[in-house]
């Protein structure tokens, strides 16, 4: 029996990511954050990467919407460059005091809408849908050959 294309994994995370995004962005709007921006963001503060490079490998895109969404936030004040002193044709990207400061919050509030989305699910219930995800975004990446990244 075929199982419904609406009732499939894929599908309803579809749906769930989106609403996910939906939420954030309205969230995140009046700190001046963009939902494809966090990553980047969290990259930065913890010195998880500190290249064009790198935080395109971190966050699981490609290098022309990574050029694109750096210089939209080097524009809003949010990340400055610098000169690699290792490497001439490479920049460091650091986050601004702007950035830092509003960071605590926009965690905040990215963690908040994570809880209430999932109101009535138990603790091991969560954690289990935590490992569930890592371990299909796992899968997809070696499907898509590409190298599966902590991003924490």
């Avoid at 930065?44 to 935080?55: G, V």
């Amino acid at each position: 029996m075929q199982k419904n294309v609406l009732d499939t994994p894929g599908h309803l995370i579809s749906l769930a990511a989106r609403g996910f995004a939906r939420l954030s962005v309205a969230r995140l709007r009046p700190l001046g954050f963009g939902v494809g921006q966090v990553p980047v963001l969290v990259a930065l503060a913890k010195n998880l990467a500190s290249t064009q490079r790198d935080l395109a490998r971190f966050a699981k895109v490609e290098q022309p919407p990574m050029a694109q969404m750096l210089t939209r936030m080097e524009r809003d004040g949010l990340i400055h460059r610098t000169s690699d002193p290792k490497d001439g044709r490479s920049s460091r990207i650091e986050l601004t005091a702007l950035a830092k400061a509003r960071l605590p919050e926009a965690t905040s509030v990215i963690l908040e809408g994570n809880q209430e989305a999932l109101d009535g699910f138990s603790e091991a219930e969560c954690e289990q849908l935590g490992m569930l995800l890592t371990r299909l975004i796992s899968n997809l990446d070696r499907m898509t050959n590409r190298p599966t990244e902590e991003a924490s």
